[in-house]
């Protein structure tokens, strides 16, 4: 079964980000994942609980494929970069 990571993330570092963009994109391709959203502008339609800048949805085959994405030796340095450039919430659904 399909499984998204969701993640909504405030830049704080543009520069820092930047780097972390680089390195995040083959690992995601590595793992078998394919973005779907990728910034762009979030448009509120119902609710005001929660505050939303930018969003990237990345499909994975399978949750295995990316919690082992998520976990992978490869993405800790880069995980690193993007705590350092920005406020992130993650979250990994099935789909």
């Known amino acids: 079964m399909t499984a998204y990571l969701i993640a909504n993330i405030t830049i704080k570092d543009p ?3 930047a780097q972390y ?7 995601v391709h ?6 779907l959203v990728r910034g762009g502008t ?9 505050s939303l ?5 990345i499909a994975f ?9 998520y976990n992978s030796p490869e993405y800790e340095p880069v995980q690193a970069l993007r ?9 990994l659904v099935e789909g």
Request: glycine share 6%; aromatic share 10%.
């Open 42 to 50: 979030v448009n509120r339609l119902e609710g005001a609980s929660t």
């Open 21 to 27: 963009r680089e390195r995040v994109v083959p690992l």
């Open 83 to 91: 705590a350092k450039a920005a406020d992130s919430d993650l979250f």
């Open 53 to 57: 800048s930018r969003i990237a949805i």
């Open 15 to 17: 520069q820092t980000f």
């Open 30 to 35: 590595k793992f078998g994942g394919r973005y």
């Open 61 to 69: 085959p399978t949750l295995e494929q990316a919690r082992a994405f």
